[in-house]
């Protein structure tokens, strides 16, 4: 019974590059989270999806900053043109009904 | 804008010792959740409590659920190391949002 997957675990970039982070929530869980946690911060929301559909993505920066989570494969988080403070622990969870869990998180750093 | 105010933000204290975090809002929440992180990794879940006044223990680890379904605490009793974390209180308003405190950073000195 595996649980949220996240990969890769850790990615650099150097600025002005595009970042990808992948996400593959529990199986039979078609809602999809994406968090973003600076270090010694708690966990800020960024989007949430249902599959084919952003259901909410009132925490997303308005620029360089997209997700989806397509019908097949992963939802995925995409980051345009990486800038130094886009390093950050970005994390997934996903949910049934009334409580997300969580993948292990993709650290970003960008140089 | 909702806001979730956990506090204390940090806390050592020794092994042994019994302790409270707490996690405050004006805004009602139909569940509260709780979750411990440690460095590196993502955040596991620790309790949902829905009932307003709930109570639920999970070994020396009990939370309570506020009256009104605005606020919980946390209550440890006979901390350990291993208790060492950053602990984090999420609510759900509505049907979709959640929202997360910033968490209380607890550190367990042996």
């Known amino acids: 019974n595996a649980g949220v997957m996240q990969n890769p ?3 650099v970039r150097r600025r002005g590059q595009e970042a990808r982070l992948r996400c593959s929530p529990m199986k039979g869980h078609s809602h999809v989270y994406w968090y973003r ?6 966990l800020k929301f960024m989007v949430y999806l249902q599959k084919e559909n952003i259901i909410d993505e009132s925490g997303m920066p308005k620029e360089r900053f997209s997700a989806e989570f397509p019908k097949e494969g992963p939802s995925i988080l995409r980051i345009q043109q990486v800038v130094r403070g886009d390093s950050a622990a970005y994390f997934c969870a996903s949910s049934g009904q009334e409580t997300q869990y969580f993948g292990p998180g993709t650290r970003l750093l960008v140089l | 804008t909702q806001l979730l105010e956990q506090s204390p933000q940090f806390l050592s204290i020794q092994e042994g010792e019994n302790l409270t975090v707490y996690c405050n809002s004006s805004s009602v929440f139909s569940s509260l959740q709780w979750y411990r992180q440690e ?4 955040p596991v879940l620790l309790v949902t409590v829905v009932t307003g006044g709930e109570v639920k223990k999970l070994k020396r680890l009990t939370f309570q659920f506020g009256d009104a379904r605005k606020d919980s605490s946390l209550h440890i009793t006979a901390a350990q190391p291993g208790d060492t974390g950053l602990y984090l209180c999420a609510g759900r308003v509505g049907d979709d949002k959640i929202i997360f405190g910033k968490g209380t950073r607890l550190h367990i000195l042996p």
Do not use: A, I, Y
């Open chain 1, 9 to 11: 675990r850790h990615l």
């Open chain 1, 37 to 42: 946690q600076l270090p010694e911060e708690g």
């Open chain 2, 39 to 42: 460095p590196g990794e993502g």
